[in-house]
């Protein structure tokens, strides 16, 4: 929660100083460095789904403590809802996202060869392997690429040379069954 609040802070000193409507590219190491930290700020407070008057709000707030002008609120009120107000926020977002979720799989499930594990996970086999399946005490290699619903890879091995060795027992249930 303190960490919230400071990096809410520390987000609108930097957009407050007038110069960060229309920020120039960086161009220093110590102006890359605060862009850094603008983004680092961001990913901490994304799930706030701030728009731009709510952020027009949080600015004006931090301005206001960062030049210790009167506070338009009082924070021992206010300040226990920021947590509220994220996990709300929160909620709504993960809403949508089980929403985008569920289309994408039953478009998934209506693939031709899609088959549904026990544990509800959707496989569609691109080339059947040859040999025995490996054992839950066995090592194996395996080349992955791993994307969200939209096609954005989030980890993948096959832009390395080798692939990734991996215990069976530690792999997600979903890649064991099928």
């Given amino acids: ?16 100083t007038g110069a960060f409507a229309g920020a120039p590219e960086p161009t220093t190491d110590e102006q890359k460095t605060f862009y850094a930290m603008g983004l680092t700020i961001s990913q901490s407070i994304w799930s706030f789904n701030l728009n731009e008057s709510d952020l027009e709000l949080v600015k004006s ?3 206001d403590g960062v030049l210790k002008k009167p506070p338009k609120v009082d924070l021992q009120t206010f300040g226990p809802k920021i947590q509220q107000l994220q996990q709300a926020r929160a909620s709504i977002i993960a809403e949508g996202e089980k929403k985008r ?17 026990e544990s509800g996970a959707l496989i569609t ?12 005490t066995d090592t194996v290699k395996v080349h992955y690429n791993g ?5 954005t890879v989030f980890d993948s091995t096959l ?14 249930k979903c890649w064991t069954e099928g």
């Avoid at 832009?159 to 997600?172: A, F, N, R």
């Fill in 159 to 172: 832009k390395k040379s080798e692939p990734t060795t991996l215990i069976v027992s530690e792999m997600s």
């Fill in 125 to 136: 086999t691109i080339k059947e392997g040859k040999g025995a399946s490996p054992k839950r």
């Fill in 1 to 16: 929660m303190r960490f919230i609040v400071f990096c809410l802070a520390t987000m609108l000193c930097l957009g407050t």
């Fill in 101 to 117: 979720g569920a289309a994408f799989l039953a478009k998934a499930a209506s693939e031709p060869g899609a088959k549904k594990t």
């Fill in 61 to 63: 707030g931090i301005n």
């Fill in 147 to 151: 994307t969200l619903i939209d096609g």
